[in-house]
């Protein structure tokens, strides 16, 4: 994409300094240094077990890495738990949709905007006053999101009903609705046929360009990555073995070696 | 046809985030209250409104209290009856210790303090799930008997064995006949169910409806999961606290710890799962189911039996309670509650085919 805008590349936002993680004696993550970018769109690829989901595990604070440490916006927060990094404005979407299946797209979204809610059980119990008033304000917030998400018709419907592309997108909805100023994606495209793929992948490059939103995403599939992506970090055997735009990752030798293997 | 969805063109969202938004629903609603602030005080006999209605409108509260913690936060627990008999127990203490205060203060009070001894036994949710905390929560119900029976502090000195429950005024009003006490109990279950329904469908439901669906999310979104669980089971504790003090003065009229025995407990259980977990209407059909059903059956046997009941008789009632719940279940796994929406469902469209 068109990389003047938003002052891509400029700072750094997210700094992850040699990280290493390993379950037991097995070494997930080895001494993997990378950075976000503000406003880019970050393309974190490699084959299966190379420690992507590891990486964004790390950085959502589900894992503590044994070595390194992990900037945000300049603070180390290496140690943080995983509802502290949420509220610092880094939000998530799931390889397997991690949605709450029983509850409807609104109530899905709403939760998202749970950060922005005071919790005063009194005054919820009876539902007046301030209570009441932060409800509709947090149900406007939401309805934006509906609308850019065009799934108006979807409001009242248990997301467990729902098929798996539509799930994708009320997952990326409930992630816009904690105004994040970091969206972590764990391959937002799987399952999808071309249709649905099209229509992520236009909705992550308007979250990019008309919400300012920095987006890192691990996805399978090249032609996605290679189209939607400023640059694109290559992982393997828990390493990062090239980094770049996507031209320079294409021709990179070592990338091909670990997808194709040697001659 | 009837019941309907369409042609309501709502034009705000306050409206449209109403308790009831479809129409036909507040009416269901307040022809219900009507026909139990009414119709059931002036033509009831003394024995149905003693024995069944408010035996019922009291197990419905404990049972609420039970879904917001099971169907709604997803923490399976077998301490209900153990918090139930903490709020009766409380409420005669406060009652007899500082006489004056209006009953209804002393079942809050009596809440509350079932709500602080749920917090304690909500520890263990930090670190255990499912049947591990059930086990657990196992713990406060034998804790709760063993403490109250142990010190005669807790029944003020009294012998063990029933005590009678201190007489009840509210600002004047001597709560004596069988229908007073009916009104009673129906005042407070009605303000604490609406209070529930505003919990579930807010900020706070949907917290405990995100960790009970998927918890690995719900942090991530920045719910923090452990403040969230002990709210819950302080809350449902707090109802069960309530309709323990309810059942202790305004049913039995006595205290005895047996009313509140691990079986109770599993009653309880049964009326969520009957009802449907996660719904407050749930909660209301699951405890009258349970507890007519086995009114129901005798009655009909009666009918049929000859005069004397024999050993095999009683024993036949039981089994067929058993087998109807075991039937129902089958028939219908999600519960009275998804039921009576099917049938509003079906009502949507009759008499038309689609």
């Given at each position: 994409?068109?990389a003047?805008n938003?002052?891509?590349?400029?700072?750094?936002?997210?700094?992850?300094?040699?990280?290493?993680?390993?379950?037991?004696?097995?070494k997930?993550l080895?001494?993997?240094?990378?950075?976000?970018?503000?406003?880019?769109?970050?393309?974190?690829?490699?084959?299966?077990?190379?420690?992507?989901?590891?990486?964004?595990?790390?950085?959502?604070?589900?894992?503590?890495?044994?070595?390194?440490?992990?900037l945000?916006e300049?603070?180390?927060?290496?140690?943080?738990?995983?509802?502290?990094?949420?509220?610092?404005?880094?939000?998530?979407?799931?390889?397997?949709?991690?949605?709450?299946?029983?509850?409807?797209?609104?109530?899905?979204?709403?939760?998202?905007?749970n950060?922005?809610?005071?919790?005063?059980?009194?005054?919820?119990?009876?539902?007046?006053?301030p209570?009441?008033?932060?409800?509709?304000?947090?149900?406007e917030?939401?309805?934006?999101?509906?609308?850019?998400?065009?799934?108006?018709?979807?409001?009242?419907?248990?997301?467990?009903?729902?098929?798996?592309?539509?799930?994708?997108?009320?997952?990326?909805?409930?992630?816009?609705?904690?105004?994040?100023k970091l969206?972590?994606?764990?391959?937002?495209?799987?399952?999808?046929?071309?249709?649905?793929?099209?229509?992520?992948?236009?909705f992550?490059?308007?979250?990019?360009?008309?919400?300012?939103?920095?987006?890192?995403?691990?996805?399978?599939?090249?032609?996605?990555?290679?189209?939607?992506?400023d640059?694109?970090?290559?992982?393997?055997?828990?390493?990062?073995?090239?980094?770049?735009?996507?031209?320079?990752?294409?021709?990179?030798?070592?990338?091909?070696?670990?997808?194709?293997?040697?001659e | 046809?009837?019941?309907?969805?369409?042609?309501?063109?709502?034009?705000?969202?306050?409206?449209?985030?109403?308790?009831?938004?479809?129409?036909?629903?507040?009416?269901?609603?307040?022809?219900?209250?009507?026909?139990?602030?009414?119709?059931?005080?002036?033509?009831?006999?003394?024995?149905?409104?003693?024995?069944?209605?408010?035996?019922?409108?009291?197990?419905?509260?404990?049972a609420?209290?039970?879904?917001?913690?099971?169907?709604?936060?997803?923490?399976l627990?077998?301490?209900?009856?153990?918090?139930?008999?903490?709020?009766?127990?409380?409420?005669?203490?406060?009652?007899?210790?500082?006489?004056?205060?209006?009953?209804?203060?002393?079942?809050?009070?009596?809440?509350?303090?079932?709500?602080?001894?749920?917090?304690?036994?909500?520890?263990?949710?930090?670190?255990?799930?499912g049947?591990?905390?059930a086990?657990?929560?196992?713990?406060?119900?034998?804790?709760?008997?063993?403490?109250?029976?142990?010190?005669n502090?807790?029944?003020?000195?009294?012998?063990?064995?029933?005590?009678?429950?201190?007489?009840?005024?509210?600002?004047?009003?001597?709560?004596?006949?069988?229908?007073?006490?009916?009104?009673?109990?129906?005042?407070?279950?009605?303000?604490?169910?609406?209070?529930?329904?505003?919990?579930?469908?807010?900020?706070?439901?949907?917290?405990?409806?995100?960790?009970?669906?998927?918890?690995?999310?719900?942090?991530?979104?920045?719910?923090?999961?452990?403040?969230?669980?002990?709210?819950?089971?302080?809350?449902?504790?707090?109802?069960?606290?309530?309709?323990?003090?309810?059942?202790?003065?305004?049913?039995?009229?006595?205290?005895?710890?047996?009313?509140?025995?691990?079986?109770?407990?599993?009653?309880?259980?049964?009326m969520?799962?009957?009802?449907?977990?996660?719904?407050?209407?749930?909660?209301?059909?699951?405890?009258?189911?349970i507890?007519?059903?086995?009114?129901?059956?005798?009655?009909?046997?009666?009918?049929?039996?000859?005069?004397?009941?024999?050993?095999f008789?009683?024993?036949?009632?039981?089994m067929?309670?058993?087998?109807?719940?075991?039937?129902?279940?089958?028939l219908?796994?999600?519960?009275?509650?998804?039921?009576w929406?099917?049938?509003?469902?079906?009502?949507?469209?009759?008499?038309?085919?689609y």
């Amino acid at each position: 994409m068109n990389a003047e805008n938003n002052g891509r590349g400029a700072e750094p936002l997210l700094q992850v300094e040699n990280i290493s993680l390993s379950f037991g004696g097995l070494k997930a993550l080895d001494s993997v240094s990378l950075e976000v970018r503000k406003g880019e769109v970050l393309g974190i690829i490699g084959p299966n077990g190379a420690g992507k989901t590891s990486m964004l595990n790390v950085i959502n604070g589900v894992y503590h890495p044994q070595e390194g440490r992990i900037l945000f916006e300049g603070k180390d927060r290496t140690t943080m738990r995983p509802h502290e990094v949420a509220a610092s404005g880094v939000a998530r979407t799931f390889q397997n949709v991690g949605l709450f299946k029983a509850m409807t797209t609104l109530d899905n979204l709403l939760a998202g905007r749970n950060l922005f809610m005071k919790k005063n059980i009194l005054l919820q119990a009876i539902y007046f006053g301030p209570a009441q008033r932060e409800e509709i304000r947090q149900r406007e917030k939401v309805e934006e999101i509906i609308d850019f998400l065009e799934i108006q018709n979807l409001r009242r419907l248990p997301v467990g009903a729902l098929p798996y592309g539509l799930q994708k997108r009320v997952e990326l909805g409930r992630a816009l609705a904690q105004e994040p100023k970091l969206l972590l994606l764990d391959e937002p495209m799987a399952g999808m046929n071309m249709e649905e793929k099209q229509d992520m992948c236009r909705f992550i490059i308007d979250t990019n360009e008309q919400l300012g939103t920095t987006i890192a995403l691990i996805e399978h599939d090249m032609a996605v990555v290679m189209d939607i992506c400023d640059r694109i970090i290559v992982l393997d055997h828990g390493a990062k073995i090239a980094e770049g735009s996507p031209d320079e990752v294409r021709n990179n030798p070592e990338v091909i070696r670990a997808y194709l293997g040697d001659e | 046809m009837i019941y309907r969805q369409t042609g309501l063109f709502v034009t705000s969202y306050a409206k449209d985030m109403r308790m009831f938004p479809i129409p036909q629903d507040r009416w269901g609603i307040a022809f219900v209250l009507f026909v139990a602030y009414v119709i059931i005080p002036v033509f009831a006999s003394e024995y149905w409104i003693s024995t069944i209605f408010t035996v019922v409108l009291i197990y419905s509260l404990a049972a609420i209290g039970l879904n917001l913690l099971t169907g709604y936060c997803g923490q399976l627990s077998l301490g209900q009856a153990g918090f139930m008999a903490v709020g009766a127990y409380a409420a005669f203490n406060f009652a007899v210790r500082l006489p004056g205060l209006p009953v209804v203060v002393n079942f809050l009070l009596g809440g509350v303090c079932a709500a602080l001894v749920g917090l304690l036994f909500g520890l263990p949710s930090l670190r255990i799930k499912g049947f591990y905390l059930a086990v657990a929560t196992l713990a406060a119900q034998f804790t709760i008997e063993w403490v109250i029976v142990s010190f005669n502090w807790f029944a003020a000195g009294n012998m063990m064995g029933a005590i009678d429950t201190p007489r009840m005024v509210i600002l004047g009003w001597h709560v004596e006949s069988v229908t007073d006490k009916y009104l009673l109990t129906l005042s407070v279950v009605v303000v604490l169910a609406f209070a529930a329904k505003n919990l579930v469908r807010g900020e706070i439901g949907r917290s405990w409806m995100a960790i009970r669906d998927l918890d690995v999310a719900a942090e991530m979104i920045g719910i923090r999961l452990f403040p969230q669980k002990l709210l819950a089971f302080m809350v449902s504790a707090f109802y069960a606290g309530v309709a323990g003090a309810l059942l202790a003065f305004c049913y039995l009229g006595s205290l005895e710890i047996t009313s509140f025995e691990l079986l109770v407990s599993f009653r309880i259980l049964g009326m969520i799962i009957v009802g449907g977990l996660g719904t407050i209407t749930g909660s209301f059909l699951g405890a009258a189911f349970i507890i007519l059903l086995p009114i129901l059956i005798s009655n009909v046997a009666a009918q049929f039996a000859s005069t004397q009941v024999t050993q095999f008789t009683a024993n036949a009632e039981v089994m067929l309670f058993g087998a109807l719940i075991i039937g129902f279940l089958i028939l219908e796994p999600l519960g009275l509650a998804r039921l009576w929406r099917s049938l509003k469902d079906k009502l949507r469209l009759w008499p038309f085919p689609y």
